[in-house]
């Protein structure tokens, strides 16, 4: 299921519209429910219970951010029982921590869209517990168009990629890693932790930026880590290649996008509910 997006700022901004695929069907229908408001450029997880959940983004051709968020499980009946952003926010990445926590990253925290704004350096966190953002370090370099994805097994985030100013043409190969048990920033890999007397000691060692500067590109979990894909390097020009993330590396794999993409939503799927797929 895809919410939201733009077809053009000329005709009529954002969509409100959820539609979902049919693997019977194997095409998309409309679903009877409507966002909110209408959303482009906006942050989203899959959350194993919420379903599809959305932050932010901008609403009609005037390009105002937004402060609201909201989730469905079926384009029908939707969830808008969430606190506000801290800001209004737009053109940031969200990542899944656990089902209590997702992280919202960079991107624009301003009202109004103007060609000669930077990004933000902010990162807030969600607790659907506590039904509440708090703000949390912030990045080292201001981002936004970037990806993001959580590596359970150095228990860190990371911010890949994307562009520091609104008419920047010029794409990010920088990589940041947060590190959720010291809360701190680093353009360093998590090497290992160890514990001496209850005290603990990070190594670390160069990180490894992207192989090529992109934005735009889309990322999605995948067994313990993330997938990083597509992508744009300059506005003008896609790709259409498939890394993984995997202790602090980009493994670049085998396998290709259907096509170069850029601006695009991924996620798991069942893959019974595809059996013609191999």
Not at 217 to 244: C, E, N, Q, W
Request: aromatic share 10%; hydrophobic share 35%; with cysteine.
């Amino acid at each position: 299921m895809v919410c939201g997006g733009i077809a053009s700022l000329s005709n009529g901004g954002s969509y409100d519209q959820c539609w979902r695929y049919s693997p019977e069907n194997r095409g998309w229908t409309q679903t009877p429910g409507r966002l909110m408001r209408k959303r482009s450029a906006a942050g989203w997880v899959a959350h194993p219970t919420l379903g599809l959940v959305i932050s932010g983004g901008v609403t009609e051709s005037t390009i105002i951010g937004l402060d609201t968020m909201e989730s469905t499980t079926d384009g029908v009946t939707f969830n808008r029982n969430f606190a506000r952003l801290p800001t209004r926010l737009f053109c940031h990445c969200m990542v899944l921590i656990n089902s209590d926590e997702m992280l919202a990253i960079g991107g624009f925290n301003v009202t109004q869209w103007t060609p000669n704004i930077i990004s933000s350096r902010k990162v807030y966190r969600y607790s659907e517990g506590a039904n509440a953002w708090s703000e949390l370090p912030s990045l080292n370099t201001a981002r936004w168009a970037h990806s993001c994805g959580f590596d359970r097994s150095s228990n860190s985030v990371v911010a890949a990629g994307g562009r520091v100013g609104a008419s920047d043409v010029t794409s990010l190969t920088s990589v940041e890693i947060l590190n959720l048990r010291t809360m701190r920033w680093s353009t360093g890999t998590l090497y290992g932790i160890i514990s001496l007397d209850l005290s603990y000691y990070i190594l670390s060692v160069a990180g490894t930026p992207l192989p090529v500067g992109v934005s735009h590109a889309g990322s999605m979990p995948f067994g313990s880590s993330f997938l990083f894909m597509g992508g744009a390097p300059t506005p003008r020009s896609s790709v259409d290649t498939i890394y993984k993330y995997e202790s602090g590396r980009w493994v670049l794999l085998s396998e290709r996008l259907p096509r170069a993409l850029a601006e695009f939503m991924a996620f798991p799927v069942d893959k019974t509910q595809f059996p013609d797929c191999s």
